[in-house]
């Protein structure tokens, strides 16, 4: 019998710190933080989506004095968070369903949040972003650059069904969306655990036109 793939929620619960072991001293993702807090005024709102354990993003932005908002799928996350980063706040809560005021926010991380969202939620996903930025916020993502959708795999020692877009089209999602792409950095990266499979990823730098 085929074991199903593990859900958003149960698979990061049951990942819990050992993925910021395994993520959390990625260069690229560091070098993007300290470029985002030089474009920060003092005391910006930004909004985490996926924001994990809450190390690095939420703490990087929230020890740099900005108010930050970390929202994460998994209960297990946010209670991680709430305990490591007790200076920003988290909710629990499925990012697609999230509701926010138009240009209510300074700025957006989202890191590797849509990897589990069917093509059309991330569409969604980005064109709410996109509202919620106030003109001339920045919005940093990144994301695992394989060009497919629904693919089930071992990922950590879990089962999981990843849906992806190439660099090229996500890109262009966001410039759908009216913004506009800065910069973007592609590279491999291995995780640091046990076993780990290198990752095609890219991290894009964009602000909303």
């Not at 980063?85 to 926010?100: C, G, I, K, M």
């Not at 069917?118 to 990144?142: N, Y």
């Amino acid at each position: 019998m085929t074991q199903r793939p593990t859900p958003a929620a149960e698979l990061f619960d049951a990942l819990g710190l050992k993925y910021e072991q395994a993520f959390g001293n990625a260069p690229a993702h560091r070098t993007a933080l300290t470029w985002l807090t030089e474009q920060l005024a003092p005391a910006s709102e930004v909004l985490d989506i996926g924001s994990g354990t809450g190390r690095p993003t939420a703490q990087t932005l929230a020890d740099a004095g900005h108010r930050v908002l970390g929202v994460d799928i998994s209960p297990g996350m946010v209670e991680i968070a709430r305990r490591q980063v007790p200076n920003a706040s988290f909710r629990h809560q499925d990012a697609r369903t999230l509701e926010l005021p138009d240009a209510s926010v300074d700025a957006v991380c989202a890191f590797y949040p849509f990897l589990q969202m069917p093509r059309a939620d991330q569409k969604d996903l980005i064109r709410k972003i996109a509202r919620w930025l106030r003109p001339g916020g920045h919005l940093l993502a990144a994301t695992v650059t394989l060009d497919v959708e629904g693919v089930a795999g071992q990922w950590m020692g879990h089962e999981v069904e990843v849906t992806s877009f190439a660099a090229e089209a996500f890109t262009a999602l966001l410039e759908a969306a009216d913004l506009q792409v800065l910069r973007t950095e592609e590279l491999d990266f291995t995780p640091e655990t046990d076993g780990a499979i290198t990752e095609p990823q890219v991290f894009v730098y964009a602000r909303r036109r």
